[in-house]
């Protein structure tokens, strides 16, 4: 088992958050190589779980990238040769999966995807409130642009905001953004 040096708290969040008898929509940014991957996908490794990195690429290309993963992940042939126009039916075959068992969601420079598309942030909130909230799911949005990740997702203006269980001055910010 890898140790995290002062990463206790920030894993002991996590575990809490899964264990939970409900969703989770977890953000997590700070500064560029601080561990906040390394962190995630130890928190991950053992349990049912998706990790996509998002890219500088346009939105179509995530979603397709995002969609081959997740068609990989639940070997669905059907996913893997087509051609996704919306992020909604990938949502979909996660939420459905996940009635058996929590499913953990990691999308990791997820500032990308918002850049590319600020339509993008909607679309995933209304992903979120009419089909996520209510599945066995744990969303976890992850990135290093601080500004952009903060204003994407916790700002009041971001349609996101609300979502996440906590917001910039919980531990976990804290602990991650040093």
């Not at 990791?108 to 995807?113: A, G, L, S, T, V």
């Not at 679309?123 to 994407?152: E, H, P, R, T, V």
Request: proline share 2%; hydrophobic share 35%.
């Amino acid at each position: 088992m890898e140790n995290f040096i002062d990463r206790k708290k920030e894993l002991e969040y996590l575990e809490n958050e899964y264990q939970a008898d409900r969703s989770s929509f977890v953000v997590v940014y700070g500064r560029r190589r601080t561990g906040k991957t390394a962190l995630l996908r130890h928190f991950a490794k053992d349990k049912p779980s998706l990790y996509f990195l998002a890219t500088e690429e346009s939105e179509s290309e995530n979603r397709n990238a995002f969609a081959g993963i997740v068609a990989s992940h639940y070997n669905n042939s059907i996913l893997a040769s087509a051609k996704i126009n919306d992020w909604e039916p990938v949502f979909d075959l996660i939420a459905e999966n996940s009635k058996t068992q929590k499913q953990i969601i990691i999308i990791d420079e997820f500032q990308y995807i918002g850049k590319s598309s600020p339509a993008f942030i909607s679309k995933l909130q209304a992903i979120w409130d009419n089909k996520l909230q209510d599945s066995n799911i744990m969303l976890i949005l992850c990135g290093s642009l601080i500004n952009m990740m903060y204003d994407q997702t916790l700002s009041y203006n971001s349609p996101l905001y609300g979502r996440s269980r906590y917001g910039r001055d919980s531990q976990i910010y804290r602990n991650i953004l040093r």
